[in-house]
């Protein structure tokens, strides 16, 4: 069974730019969170979505957005990216909704210049 | 609101046994679970606890004290490759998967 994927692995942007990170979760699994991990933070949560609804939101500003489509992959976007926004995005998904058990892609690193 | 608290740093020897605490406070339980994570690498999942007691996996084993708010991590028979971050982690009423801030292992021939 494949694992979860994120795509790209790495991404060199520039300030003000935008971006979009894809994240194919495991099949069956219809719950899909994303993280932002820099040193010193931790797993910080952004956001999950369960059937194509988004049913949780963490702190961040609304320059973060995502989307879940019918066949469970998500994509997350990022507007006017700031030098603050370099980090480790991980995706992980999960097969119900208590998210007891997440797998985790291998992330996008991204790097705002 | 949800919050978890862990030592930062813990660094043992290899054969050793080494126990990664883990605080927690939430409005909902629904259990704990341990997550290990190599430097570069992918968080992976190590195990969930949701009534008391002790959970065994091979060399790896977390316990759980839902009256203390209270589990850890028991890593035994330390090898070169545990050299990681373990990461504790609730979903709370939402769902929503918090973690802890992760506690980095080094493990020293």
């Known amino acids: 069974k494949a694992g979860v994927t994120q795509t790209p692995r790495y991404l060199i942007k520039t300030r003000g730019q935008q971006v979009t990170l894809s994240c194919s979760p495991i099949s069956g699994h219809r719950s899909v969170s994303w993280y932002q991990q820099t040193p010193g933070q931790g797993l910080q949560f952004l956001f999950e979505?369960?059937?194509?609804?988004?049913?949780n939101k963490g702190n961040f500003p609304g320059r973060f957005s995502g989307r879940q489509f019918s066949n469970s992959r998500s994509e997350m976007n990022v507007s006017t990216l700031e030098l603050g926004d370099s980090a480790l995005y991980l995706c992980?998904?999960?097969?119900?909704?208590?998210?007891?058990?997440?797998?985790f892609g291998q992330g996008t690193r991204l790097t705002v210049v | 609101g949800q919050s978890l608290e862990q030592p930062s740093e813990v660094t043992a020897v290899e054969g050793a046994i080494v126990q990664i605490n883990c605080t927690y406070q939430t409005s909902g339980f629904y259990g704990l679970s341990w997550y290990q994570q190599h430097d570069g690498g992918a968080p992976t999942f190590l195990s969930y606890n949701a009534l008391d007691g002790l959970e065994e996996t091979g060399r790896f084993s977390s316990f759980l004290s839902r009256s203390d708010s209270y589990g850890y991590l028991l890593l035994q028979e330390l090898q070169m490759k545990d050299s990681a971050s373990y990461f504790c982690?609730?979903?709370?009423?939402?769902?929503?998967?918090?973690f802890g801030q992760g506690t980095t292992l080094q493990v020293k021939p």
């Open positions: 982690a609730v979903p709370d009423l939402t769902g929503k998967l918090i």
């Open positions: 992980a998904s999960s097969l119900g909704r208590k998210n007891t058990e997440a797998f």
């Open positions: 979505y369960f059937s194509e609804t988004q049913r």
